[in-house]
């Protein structure tokens, strides 16, 4: 018999188990690495985990499949993990609503000066800002893959402009796209509220940084809901602090959790969530693995497959 190890939230472990055991009885489910007493470690196949042991490998060397139990991958260590170990992603529709709903509050509250009112009602200030409708924004979204693309239907309704930024170029409906760094200045000099939704790879680790931010025109607006490392949190308190960027909201940092003295926490133009953007539902995700596992066994591609040479 094949063996399934899911390594994550207990709670949420026992749903992911309910669905395996209504779905495929002949897999059998085990919930944690301490759970799984007498668990034969040469039959496990496959392992569902969000921080993987770096010993994973060694514990089971039959190992065909890893599941990350989230869309980024950044954060396991492949190192000693055989070539022929696929690595797997979360693409799965309950994620992606949060994130849909994350972003779309975002951009609103922003387009609608939300941070500036509550400063004024802090200081018990009745004051109208010029109408948002004076105003013609565009919202810029770096990663146009699962997630970005994702963002764009749930924008799609508000009147807004909508670019994109690429590796490789694409072609979206009602997008203004751009693909790689030769066209990263033409997509952030047009951009008054920008999005991050890109993974974490050597490629865009700190790539927001001082000579990024100041291709945005003055005043405009960050939204982090990719990765911490991904910023130059220096570099964005500065341009904070000049009033280059009139504001951030900031789902991600570096380190998570951010310390208690750090500035971020602080500053009265940075809105801070605990990484919550985005989080896969047991449910939903349980049947994405599912529908993956038989794909597996069949020998057909696996949704959400990783290029570990790209790295996402
Ligand atoms: P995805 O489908 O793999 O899409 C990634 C996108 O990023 C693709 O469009 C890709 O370009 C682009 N990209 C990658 N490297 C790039 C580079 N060097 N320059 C320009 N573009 C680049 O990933 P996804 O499912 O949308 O998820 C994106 C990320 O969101 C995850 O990796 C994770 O870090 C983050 N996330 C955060 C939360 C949260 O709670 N805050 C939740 C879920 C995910 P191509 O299309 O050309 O390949
Ligand atoms: C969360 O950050 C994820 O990558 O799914």
Avoid at 36 to 45: A, I
Avoid at 227 to 245: C, K
Wanted: net charge negative.
């Amino acid at each position: 018999m094949n063996h399934l190890v899911y390594i994550g939230h207990q709670g949420r472990g026992q749903q992911w188990r309910e669905e395996f055991s209504r779905q495929r009885p002949d897999l059998v489910f085990h919930l944690g690495l301490e759970g799984s007493e007498g668990l034969e470690s040469h039959d496990v196949r496959y392992v569902v985990a969000w921080q993987p042991p770096k010993d994973l490998i060694d514990r089971f060397p039959n190992l065909e499949v890893l599941f990350s139990l989230g869309a980024g991958v950044d954060h396991i260590d492949l190192s000693r993990m055989p070539p022929a170990v696929k690595l797997v992603r979360m693409v799965e529709p309950g994620l992606r609503q949060d994130m849909v709903e994350y972003v779309v509050w975002a951009v609103l509250s922003l387009k609608r000066q939300i941070p500036t009112y509550l400063q004024q009602q802090n200081q018990i200030l009745w004051k109208a800002l010029e109408g948002p409708q004076a105003l013609r924004y565009r919202v810029g979204v770096m990663g146009l893959g699962v997630l970005g693309q994702a963002v764009f239907r749930g924008l799609q309704p508000f009147d807004v402009d909508l670019a994109g930024w690429s590796r490789t170029p694409h072609s979206l409906k009602g997008v203004k796209c751009y693909a790689g760094p030769e066209a990263l200045a033409d997509f952030l000099r047009d951009t008054h509220i920008l999005v991050n939704l890109l993974p974490l790879t050597s490629a865009t680790h700190h790539l927001v940084n001082q000579a990024f931010l100041e291709l945005l025109p003055a005043g405009a607006v960050f939204i982090n809901a990719g990765r911490g490392p991904q910023v130059v949190q220096q570099d964005l308190l500065d341009a904070l602090d000049r009033g280059h960027l009139s504001h951030a909201i900031l789902d991600v940092t570096d380190p998570e959790p951010l310390p208690a003295s750090h500035p971020l926490w602080r500053h009265p133009s940075v809105w801070i969530t605990p990484h919550v953007a985005g989080h896969s539902h047991p449910n939903s995700a349980a049947q994405v693995v599912l529908e993956n596992i038989g794909r597996h066994e069949m020998g057909l591609p696996m949704a959400g497959l990783v290029d570990r040479v790209r790295g996402y």
